[in-house]
């Protein structure tokens, strides 16, 4: 088993910037698949950012559309804990924000639906004022 424990969340203006952390510990041998999904009221969970490994087996990272070029995800390897950095956060972005972590990971796939992923946080919440 893996458990994924999420933090950094609060409120934060238009404009404004957080860092999320995702600390995962139990049974992490092995390099998978991390990601960050949000979940806004009413709404589906959604797909954010993820890192994983390239079809060459390098780290590579993808995002969803709405919020390239402003989130960043990042990885400490030697601690098992994946970042969010967030800027230029809208109202849009408020949600609950999960970690997500996969059983096992391929090369050169890009993992972005709820259902690729096995191990989950309990969320944060963002939320942004306007």
């Known amino acids: 088993q893996v458990q994924l424990v999420e933090s950094g969340g609060g409120l934060v203006q238009t404009g404004g910037s957080l860092s999320l952390s995702c600390a995962a510990s139990?049974?992490?041998?092995?390099?998978?698949?991390m990601a960050w999904f949000r979940q806004a009221p009413g709404k589906e969970r959604e797909f954010v950012a993820a890192?994983?490994?390239?079809?060459?087996?390098?780290?590579?990272?993808y995002y969803a559309d709405a919020v390239k070029g402003r989130f960043t995800i990042t990885q400490d390897g030697s601690k098992d804990t994946v970042y969010l950095r967030m800027e230029g956060l809208e109202p849009e972005d408020t949600a609950v924000y999960y970690c997500?972590?996969?059983?096992?990971?391929?090369?050169?796939?890009?993992?972005?639906?709820?259902?690729?992923?096995?191990?989950w946080g309990q969320g944060t919440q963002v939320t942004v004022s306007s």
């Open positions: 890192i994983g490994w390239s079809a060459r087996g390098s780290k590579t990272t």
């Open positions: 997500g972590r996969r059983g096992v990971s391929l090369w050169g796939i890009q993992y972005t639906t709820k259902a690729d992923y096995v191990y």
């Open positions: 139990g049974r992490t041998s092995g390099s998978n698949t």
